[in-house]
């Protein structure tokens, strides 16, 4: 999203090399608007660093799944296993696009624990 604050302080951070970007995109997914929230869990997932791993486990309790979809895609790049019982838990989300992405997420981690919560 060009027009995102976020993202634009966020990438700018990010090409100086600057540890600051996580944080720029973690203030995104506090933002009031849904499409800021995903573009930011968006570039958590691109970036894949450990500091955004709580933020977007708690974004996938938000209540617009557009968002929930996004954290679950993000997370699933990262692979932290941290992330695996937030995932599982996701995996009863309303929004059918949100389970089939913690699923894959879930997948990509691969520690006996995900694969135990893909098979129940």
Do not use: H
């Amino acid at each position: 999203m060009e027009n995102c604050p976020y993202n634009q302080v966020g990438w700018a951070l990010w090409k100086l090399d600057s540890d600051r970007a996580v944080d720029a995109f973690i203030a995104g997914l506090k933002d009031e608007r849904w499409y800021v929230q995903g573009a930011s869990a968006t570039a958590l997932g691109k970036i894949k660093s450990e500091k955004g791993i709580e933020p977007l486990i708690e974004a996938l309790k938000n209540g617009q799944e557009n968002v929930r979809r996004a954290a679950a895609l993000a997370l699933m790049e990262i692979k932290s296993e941290k992330a695996v019982q937030p995932l599982t838990d996701a995996l009863k989300d309303e929004d059918f696009e949100v389970r089939m992405y913690a699923k894959e997420a879930l997948k990509k981690i691969g520690t006996t624990e995900a694969m135990k919560a893909i098979n129940k």
